[in-house]
């Protein structure tokens, strides 16, 4: 059977290239909402992470109806350490909507997401989308998007894929590039004629494939995904079943049945083949299980998503400020929040550390990982977070670590600088091409070579240049490397830092503290110029003498103190230092805090 009444699609495509505006466009004219409802821009970043930094995190689902066809609509992240979500959410649909910039053409992420999804077979529909920017290329931008598709052996029909021009953010669609549209009634036209409907046989036993995870203090664990076979009912006994491990079937009744409707969430009492549910009641639930019917328990096949390329050491803080600001401090609370976190996250590993109170946490990059961090430090959680690692793996007997494809555009005047320090850091350039006034370069360098690289980009570019990443598989280890030159100054005191020890540690490098903040032994007050370490007091005071002189009682000068976002302190901190996070402070510190132990290590390590 055929449902023509359905339509599933995602809409990918690499960051910022306008997604989650496009799907705020859909929405507003298939009239979603009510009339006089206040609705804020990107409604389907709904998540406080989301809304800050202006990125999808996690794919979300909604739906239209256009001339009585229900059109399922996913919305992806486009970072590249969020490409595990791309991927598990390609099962559900049955075509894509790929959205590349007009100015920008295709982007790494563009070709990362646009394999998976022709690998699995899906429809492809392009949209240029930003038709309406003053530097768009409407004629050059095609052109690149098929040969994108050549190189990525597409078939005969997906190179014959519709080529629409859109301005997500005014809500217009055209076939004409230099004819400008009116409304996205031809982007709705084409999903229909060109994305296939849902084919399946309704009669037969159930099958559910379990894409997403969604959680409720309420009702619990909540499984999403396609139904792709059968009907399923509220109330009904099923099994729990998975392709790619031997457990035997869980029993479980499916509680609650909900349908994807606009921005929420519709309850049924039964969907069939090609409706994508949510439903409730199976609390063992994980991604890429099938739900089946006791009838016929054969279970889908899950995609394979890619292995983490990176790894932190999690760990309980263990400073003397542990315990007094956040909720949960304890291993038993934090081992059980990260691995409840494997639960909904496909792309991330948690395994036991070497101690009973650390974790090893793997995951697609730094970012990936900082938004986990910052996720826990809002709900309470206190940790401490080693420097980041590169997974190496062992390939016919040679040691061989993970490749970033980096693609970097720039001003002319700045390419001298980013090219030398690429340079110094292993990176292989690939190709450079002039856009008007900036270059376009792309690199292959080792992934571990770019930690600490982003900021120092940003500083050579005047905070002009775009750096872009995506993982480009293993090759042999390319040696060692220096990534950072600088040293650390340390509080070798406890206490609490005063204007006076600050103005005479400034001289020695940047500092990272203030006045007034609370400091221990161990803990990192600011960087050293040099690359060594230099234990310091910052709580000295001036001690009161009976003698006045001119001069002698003005107020001394200090620097304005350099505050570290997460990501940033990630970048920075080496192989001896750790980050203390609480819900409300970052502190950088060495893991042995005792001055005379550390200094005896670092002498042991040196022999």
């Given at each position: 059977m055929i449902r023509e009444d359905l339509r599933n699609v995602a809409i990918i495509a690499h960051v910022d290239h306008g997604k989650t505006t496009l799907v705020d466009q859909m929405l507003k004219q298939c009239d979603t909402y009510h009339e006089n409802q206040?609705?804020?821009?990107?409604?389907?970043?709904?998540?406080?992470?989301?809304?800050?930094?202006?990125?999808?995190?996690?794919?979300?689902?909604?739906?239209?109806?256009?001339?009585?066809?229900?059109?399922?609509?996913?919305?992806?992240?486009?970072?590249?350490d969020f490409g595990g979500e791309v991927e598990r959410i390609l099962k559900m649909v049955n075509g894509v909507i790929l959205l590349v910039d007009s100015a920008e053409g295709p982007m790494p992420q563009t070709?990362?997401?646009?394999?998976?999804?022709?690998?699995?077979?899906?429809?492809?529909?392009?949209?240029?989308?930003?038709?309406?920017?003053?530097?768009?290329?409407?004629?050059?931008?095609?052109?690149?998007?098929?040969?994108l598709l050549l190189e990525l052996d597409a078939t005969d029909e997906q190179l014959d894929s519709p080529m629409l021009f859109c301005s997500g953010r005014t809500g217009t669609a055209t076939v004409n590039p230099h004819v400008p549209g009116e409304n996205l009634d031809v982007l709705f036209d084409t999903i229909i004629d060109y994305i296939p409907a849902p084919e399946g046989e309704i009669e037969e036993p159930l099958q559910l494939l379990v894409s997403s995870i969604d959680y409720n203090d309420y009702v619990g664990r909540i499984g999403i995904g396609r139904i792709e076979r059968g009907t399923i009912h509220q109330g009904e006994e099923v099994l729990i079943v998975n392709y790619h491990n031997n457990t035997a079937p869980k029993k479980t009744k499916i509680v609650s049945l909900y349908t994807i409707d606009?921005?929420?969430?519709?309850?049924?009492?039964?969907?069939?083949?090609?409706?994508?549910?949510?439903?409730?009641?199976?609390?063992?639930?994980?991604?890429?299980?099938t739900i089946v019917s006791p009838l016929d328990p054969t279970p889908l096949e899950f995609v394979k998503v890619s292995e983490p390329t990176m790894e932190m050491t999690f760990q309980v803080n263990d400073s003397p400020f542990a315990g007094r600001e956040g909720k949960f401090v304890t291993s038993r609370q934090i081992r059980e929040r990260l691995y409840k976190e494997t639960l909904k996250d496909v792309s991330l590993r948690v395994t036991d550390g070497d101690t009973t109170d650390s974790f090893k946490v793997a995951g697609r990059g730094e970012m990936h990982l900082s938004i986990l961090i910052e996720t826990m430090r809002r709900e309470g959680y206190e940790i401490c977070c080693s420097n980041p690692k590169v997974l190496y793996k062992e390939i016919d007997g040679v040691t061989c670590e993970p490749m970033e494809h980096v693609t970097i555009d720039v001003p002319d005047e700045y390419v001298g600088a980013v090219v030398e320090k690429l340079g110094q850091r292993k990176g292989e350039l690939l190709e450079m091409n002039k856009h008007g006034d900036r270059m376009k370069i792309e690199y292959s360098i080792p992934s571990r070579c770019l930690f600490g690289y982003r900021s120092e980009f940003l500083t050579d570019t005047r905070g002009e240049g775009i750096l872009n990443t995506l993982f480009d598989g293993y090759q042999p280890h390319k040696g060692e490397i220096v990534t950072r030159f600088t040293g650390s100054l340390v509080a070798s005191e406890d206490g609490e830092s005063t204007s006076y020890g600050l103005f005479n540690a400034q001289d020695r490098g940047v500092m990272f503290i203030g006045v007034q903040t609370p400091v221990y032994e161990g803990m990192l007050v600011g960087e050293c110029p040099k690359n060594i370490d230099i234990a310091l007091n910052v709580c000295k005071k001036k001690h009161l003498t009976s003698i006045r002189s001119a001069g002698a009682d003005e107020a001394l000068r200090l620097v304005p103190p350099k505050v570290f976002s997460l990501e940033q302190a990630i970048e920075f901190i080496g192989e001896d230092e750790l980050i203390e996070v609480t819900p409300k402070s970052l502190r950088l510190r060495k893991k042995i805090l005792n001055t005379e132990l550390r200094l005896k290590a670092e002498a042991k390590l040196k022999k």
């Open positions: 206040v609705v804020r821009d990107r409604v389907m970043d709904s998540g406080d992470l989301e809304r800050e930094r202006g990125i999808t995190i996690l794919a979300k689902n909604t739906s239209v109806v256009r001339n009585g066809i229900k059109i399922n609509i996913i919305d992806t992240p486009g970072h590249a070709r990362f997401v646009l394999q998976r999804a022709m690998e699995l077979g899906h429809r492809v529909i392009v949209v240029v989308n930003k038709m309406d920017r003053p530097d768009a290329r409407l004629d050059e931008v095609p052109d690149e998007v098929l040969e606009g921005l929420g969430r519709k309850q049924v009492e039964s969907a069939s083949m090609g409706d994508i549910v949510c439903f409730s009641g199976a609390e063992d639930l994980t991604i890429g299980d």
